[in-house]
């Protein structure tokens, strides 16, 4: 099994519609991030988490909300799906300045 | 803020031929410096790295990565490149270990494409 495994790989909705996007880890890491990947853009960091209870905005948190379940679980929702929220989403992992465990990404469509 | 520059988006070389990846990167203190490579429906995955010592690090698939603090650089090679590597390569930095976040920035990335 994958150190980090993100739920689905892929999925298209529609406009308006609830989504949630899950990550979860068996590396035993506390730290773990959102990230969005487009086109010519690189990754730009949504979501982060120190631990169960600390919860952080990255630099494009607008129009989304995250959970951490557990110290193994983290989810990201849109809470009303928009087009320009299609994109490749990633979940990573750190335990240290280590360097990120990623997952393999869920592809996200928004019609 | 800190921030990554790959002025590459796009490089093509033949298989069998050098390859320097160029990464610039700004950051207000001690940085932490990482490749990563992507390939075609993958995630990505950590090729090296740099925190201290030895300015030139050693990556995994014949990487290596030199540490210039004087240009604020950390360009990416590799002497001879295989049709495997084609793959889109990120540059990123973070605080350096013991130092807060780490949360990394990353660079656009460059996509490499290999000619046969």
């Known amino acids: 099994d994958a150190d980090v495994t993100q739920t689905p790989r892929n999925r298209i909705t529609k406009t308006g519609k609830r989504i949630m996007l899950e990550c979860s880890q068996t590396?035993?890491?506390?730290?773990m991030y959102w990230y969005r990947q487009d086109p010519g853009l690189g990754l730009r960091l949504i979501y982060y988490?120190?631990?169960?209870?600390?919860?952080n905005k990255g630099e494009i948190s607008d129009g989304y909300s995250v959970s951490r379940q557990a110290q193994a679980k983290f989810s990201l929702s849109l809470e009303s799906a928009i087009p320009n929220q299609t994109a490749l989403y990633f979940c990573?992992?750190?335990?240290?300045?280590?360097?990120?465990?990623f997952g393999s990404g869920t592809r996200l469509t928004v019609v | 803020a800190q921030s990554v520059t790959q002025p590459d988006i796009h490089i093509t070389v033949s298989e069998g031929a050098s390859l320097e990846l160029r990464c610039n990167y700004s950051y207000g203190a001690t940085p932490y410096l990482f490749w990563y490579v992507q390939s075609p429906g993958q995630g990505l995955q950590l090729l090296l790295k740099y925190f201290s010592g030895d300015t030139l690090v050693q990556g995994i698939k014949g990487f290596e990565a030199e540490f210039k603090r004087s240009q604020s650089s950390f360009n990416l090679r590799k002497p001879s490149v295989h049709w495997s590597d084609a793959a889109e390569y990120f540059c990123a930095v973070g605080a350096a270990p013991g130092a807060g976040s780490y949360q990394l920035t990353f660079g656009k990335g460059t996509k490499l494409s290999v000619i046969p």
């Open positions: 590396k035993g890491h506390d730290r």
């Open positions: 990573a992992t750190s335990q240290t300045s280590q360097g990120y465990t």
């Open positions: 988490s120190f631990d169960v209870k600390d919860i």
